[in-house]
């Protein structure tokens, strides 16, 4: 069989041949590119092919489905972490939550627990949270516990978090006002070494927050503010705090309440400018105990409880209760639900 090109040779010669492929080139370049099959069918969806039965067709440009808030707070594991008020002290309810050599005092009804069943939380939970705790604490570890920035890695997806008050000194401001003497300015004096630790924690704070995200980038981080104690009325538990006492130790709350939030809406900044995975969130809870302050008939707070054996007041003394406990555990799950606001990576 002849060949095309060895019978368009013997029909024009070498110089017709010539000529029949320059024409040929010439009609290329003047042919538009849409009547080529595959540009119409990529630039104008016309004239594509359907693929045959069992045919696998690429997707030219995969496109990453954004998680819901829920979806990225479990695909991997929930880690509650921080302070008393997070640890469950004053919510105890069994007799293991009021064994003395369990000194972080980690109690059945803490939020914890009530978050970690509202969700399926796809590589378990766990709980690490210590009464007491400092950010120098949760840094280095307290009680002969390792460290709690230790207790998160990558797999981490959600942690939730209360620090500050006790880099604040708000036991210790507590105290101050319990024991002075009646009708006293003994607990507003206070107010100078308060602003202090606040102005210090102000830099140590966000220090934090940079590195639980370093440690568990893919991770929610939800922080919790600190409910106001107080009804400001006369009366209250007979713990000698005025009404004067109370306003201010409220106003304390609602200052370190306001530091943490801004704290963490920074750190969020941060982390959504890097188009990280992660996010920061805040909770505020400074108001979750309304009509619910020390001395209610139904309080969610815990007043002042005495050892009278050692003649010292209890360290469960104005902590949440196992009511205060699900209010908070309340605010958590509804914030899990909602989402930092912004999309996440």
């Known amino acids: 069989m002849i060949s095309p090109v060895t019978w368009l040779r013997d029909r024009l010669g070498e110089r017709g041949l010539g000529l029949a492929v320059l024409v040929g080139l010439l009609a290329l370049a003047v042919v538009p590119p849409v009547a ?6 990529e630039v104008f969806g016309a004239g594509c092919r359907e693929p045959a039965p069992g045919e696998v067709r690429a997707d030219p440009v995969a496109q990453r489905k954004t998680p819901t808030p829920v979806e990225a707070a479990t695909r991997g594991s929930y880690v509650a972490l921080g302070d008393s008020y997070s640890a469950g002290l004053g919510a105890e309810a069994t007799v293991a939550d009021r064994n003395p050599l369990a ?9 914890y627990h009530e978050v970690a069943r509202a969700f399926p939380f796809a590589k378990g939970t766990s709980f690490w949270a210590c009464s007491g705790a400092t950010i120098n604490d949760f840094l280095k570890g307290r ?11 990558a797999d981490t997806s959600l942690v939730t ?19 002075k003497m009646p009708w006293s300015e003994g607990c507003t004096r206070q107010g100078e070494n308060v602003a202090g630790r606040m102005a210090e924690l102000r830099r140590s704070l966000p220090d934090l927050l940079d590195k639980i995200a370093a440690r568990a980038p893919r991770a929610r981080v939800v922080l919790m503010g600190y409910p106001k104690a107080f009804s400001e009325v006369s009366g209250v538990d007979g713990d000698n705090i005025t009404v004067a006492d109370q306003r201010w130790l409220n106003a304390r709350a609602y200052d370190l309440s306001r530091l ?5 809406q920074e750190a969020d900044a941060r982390i959504a400018a890097r188009n990280g995975q992660g996010s920061v969130e805040f909770v505020d809870a400074y108001s979750a105990f309304a009509g619910h302050e020390v001395g ?13 054996s050692a003649f010292s007041a209890e360290p469960r003394s104005y902590h949440p ?5 699900h209010a908070l555990a309340g605010l958590f799950i509804e ?6 606001g912004r999309p996440l990576a």
């Open 296 to 308: 209610s008939r139904d309080a969610y707070m815990n007043g002042l409880l005495l050892n009278l």
């Open 335 to 340: 914030q899990i639900k909602k989402g930092p």
């Open 260 to 264: 943490i939030r801004q704290s963490a």
């Open 36 to 41: 080529l099959p595959a540009v119409r069918c």
């Open 143 to 153: 009680n002969g516990e390792p460290p709690q920035l230790g207790r998160i890695n």
């Open 103 to 111: 000194r972080c005092h980690r109690t059945s009804k803490a939020y």
């Open 321 to 325: 209760t196992i009511a205060g406990q």
């Open 161 to 179: 978090l209360s620090i500050g008050g006790n880099d604040v000194g708000f036991s210790t401001v507590l105290s101050g006002c319990v024991v």
